[in-house]
């Protein structure tokens, strides 16, 4: 199987425990193989608004914080620079970030993300400080943890 076909799999609203475990497999790949899903990071972003399913939300964020973190390897990194969207990546993320229905394990990998691309997206800063205080006020034992961990980091920042 493809990386192209776990991606559309990923995606598939009329089932979603195929689609959940296709989006395991992926971030999978993108972990183990990264040299397997570069080629497919454009589409992967693309694609990623999509995503409505809470439990492969959860395997994107992971498939994004690895591709977007500053330590990455160079093949993620040169992928990264050459997707024309990346703001819409920053959008969707804020989105599944507030929405009242996302669950905490996805919440707290948008942190990071969001905190990856915020030297590329200096508004980014303001933000996430604020939706992180926000979720900080009644967050779970995991929200408080990475939350805290994201506002000392954001804050450590030079403006």
Partial sequence: M??????????????????????WVLEEVAYTFPD?????????????????NLSCQRHFTKILMRCTNPKTGIGYRAAWQVIPDREQVVETIFDWLISPRTPVAVQVNCLDVLLHLQAEFDWIKEELQAQVEYLLLDGS????????????KVSKKKP
């Fill in 36 to 52: 397997s899903f570069v080629p497919y990071l454009k589409p992967f972003v693309a694609h990623l608004h999509e995503q409505q």
């Fill in 141 to 152: 034992a995991a929200m408080q943890s990475r939350g805290k961990r994201v506002l000392n």
């Fill in 2 to 23: 493809s990386v192209h076909d776990l991606l559309s799999l990923s995606l598939l609203k009329e089932h979603p425990s195929v689609a959940f475990r296709a989006a």
